[in-house]
């Protein structure tokens, strides 16, 4: 039996009976400060950065990435332009910091194939995904190349027709990938790869389709898209075709890449300056 002193605040005994008096009442009031408890922890959590930064951390992200994100951004995380899923090797657009990938993740991108995480993924799970998408992307400032950016970029220019099918910040070609960001989504070594062995690895946006309609008529261009029911292509003078696949006779693929390789064309202090210059290429606006 609980006596009460009218001369003393006895705060414990009062919040006692107020709990019996008024359990409803009570019980909200706790549940809604547990509630804003854990808005104010996330916010915290969010502001102070990734505390799941550890090499296992970034381990059991992509072990996750593999089971569910590989699907539309490979296993690689290079991600598809055919069905929209970004490369996520380089500069990501939609997220700058650490907190803003966070977001990303646990809420999606409206308007996009981009879903939010299955709500029964814990935070910290989520907070490992983050810390294996931010260990892909090369910081620039931590690789010292021997070549010369500014030997390349007059090399690119002058020695090379690479600006006759690739484009940088709106000049040159449409028949090979856009080099204006090239830095962001290839490594030195991988850049060298290209340059020297481009049919190692070809995307399918590259490939050359080789089209024969009906009335016999031959078409010939690179693979910018394909369903079951259509094809469509553009040719060396970027001229777009599009065809229905029931009324072609024939079509073929050559999965090989229509860039040549530059083994044997350059010195090696020369092959050393193109990477570098190449790998300086990145996207100047603010993301």
């Not at 804003?36 to 969010?46: E, I, K, N, V, Y």
């Not at 290079?78 to 700058?96: M, S, V, Y």
């Not at 260990?135 to 950016?149: E, H, T, Y």
Request: with cysteine; aromatic share 10%; net charge neutral.
């Amino acid at each position: 039996m609980f006596i009460l002193n009218p001369n003393k605040k006895d705060l414990s005994q009062h919040s006692f009976i107020h709990f019996f008096l008024y359990p409803r009442t009570t019980f909200y009031s706790l549940y809604f400060g547990l509630y804003l408890s854990q808005l104010t922890l996330g916010a915290f959590a969010a502001d102070a950065g990734n505390l799941y930064n550890t090499i296992f951390d970034v381990r059991a992200g992509e072990k996750y990435f593999d089971r569910q994100c590989s699907r539309c951004h490979g296993i690689d995380a290079k991600g598809d332009d055919e069905i929209g899923a970004p490369d996520l090797t380089g500069r990501l657009r939609r997220a700058n910091t650490t907190a803003g990938i966070f977001n990303v993740l646990r809420n999606g991108v409206p308007g996009t194939a981009m879903i939010a995480l299955n709500p029964e993924v814990p935070d910290s799970l989520a907070w490992q995904l983050v810390a294996y998408i931010e260990s892909l992307a090369s910081d620039p400032a931590n690789i010292n190349l021997p070549g010369s950016p500014t030997r390349g970029r007059k090399l690119y220019s002058g020695s090379t027709d690479c600006a006759g099918c690739h484009m940088i910040e709106g000049l040159g070609g449409r028949n090979g990938p856009d080099l204006t960001s090239i830095g962001e989504r290839l490594r030195p070594e991988q850049i060298n790869s290209a340059l020297l062995r481009p049919n190692e690895k070809v995307t399918p946006r590259w490939w050359t389709v080789s089209v024969r309609d009906q009335n016999g008529n031959f078409y010939q261009g690179l693979r910018m898209s394909e369903d079951s029911f259509s094809l469509r292509i553009m040719d060396v003078n970027e001229e777009l075709y599009s065809f229905s696949k029931d009324r072609l006779k024939e079509w073929n693929i050559d999965k090989s890449s229509t860039m040549p390789s530059y083994q044997g064309k350059f010195t090696d202090s020369e092959l050393e300056d193109l990477v570098a210059f190449l790998f300086s290429l990145r996207n100047k606006r603010s993301l």
